[in-house]
């Protein structure tokens, strides 16, 4: 007997295809389904252009100056540039191109722009290496303050510096949204929580006051340190009363 075999229709075949490259996404009609599909075209066709200027000034290139894509296909086949240059043209080769009256003003210009290049750098590095050093002595001081692990503390600079380098290249996670809020946030905080917290002190101190027996309330005095009563005159003896009669 033939087995019956599942055909699955085109549209479900889509849909699988699309689940499998956006598993977080539904599409729980056409609309979507055919959204999704446009916004793919509309990505497949700015990369396919991307892809023809590219091989377009490559194409240029070679045109121009054909020995170049020799050097191409060198450096694609991991050799150094530098010897097959020389493999092509020589040491003498490369003098005469050094020494071309013609190219000596773009010699000029590129030789300058590659020694402040250099000078950037240098200054960078220079400049790095000061700050990293005041850096590294900051956070030794935090771990001491806080009793922090060496885990900790690197766990929290690799923190910063995941943010660091996603902002560089443009993004901001929910998640640093949040920290930095949070921060933005914790001076204002803490003054509101001081705030509430003196006025519950006053409030409380208020019910404590009202909560106080007043004298002649009716309320029995008790004896202790605070609600000792007043100390009564003691009576006179009888040879005392017969002085005042006098």
């Known amino acids: ?46 990369e396919l252009s991307g892809y023809r200027e590219r091989e377009g000034r490559l194409t240029d290139m070679f045109t121009r100056d054909p020995r170049s894509a020799q050097f191409i296909t060198d450096m694609a086949q991991g050799k150094d540039p530098w010897s097959s240059l020389i493999n092509r043209i020589g040491i003498d080769g490369v003098k005469e191109m050094l020494d071309d009256p013609s190219k000596m003003d773009e010699f000029a210009a590129s030789n300058k722009e590659y020694v402040e290049r250099m000078a950037r750098q240098k200054g960078l590095e220079e400049e790095w290496e000061k700050n990293m050093k005041a850096t590294l002595a900051m956070l030794e001081q935090k771990q001491g303050e806080l009793g922090l692990s060496d885990e900790q503390i690197d766990a929290a600079a690799d923190w910063i510096k995941e943010v660091t380098n996603d902002a560089v290249i443009g993004i901001i996670k929910p998640g640093t949204i949040d920290m930095a809020l949070k921060a933005i946030n914790h001076d204002a905080d803490i003054a509101a929580a001081s705030q509430e917290g003196e006025i519950r002190g006053k409030n409380a101190k208020a019910e404590a006051q009202l909560r106080k027996p007043k004298r002649g309330d009716g309320t029995p005095a008790l004896a202790g340190a605070n609600n000792a009563p007043a100390p009564q005159k003691r009576k006179g003896s009888i040879f005392d009363v017969a002085d005042g009669a006098r």
């Open 1 to 46: 007997m033939a087995e019956n075999k599942q055909v699955t229709s085109r549209r479900e075949q889509l849909g699988q295809r699309l689940k499998k490259k956006y598993p977080d996404r539904e599409y729980a009609d056409d609309e979507a389904l055919f959204g999704q599909i446009n916004d793919d075209y509309d990505q497949y066709d700015n």
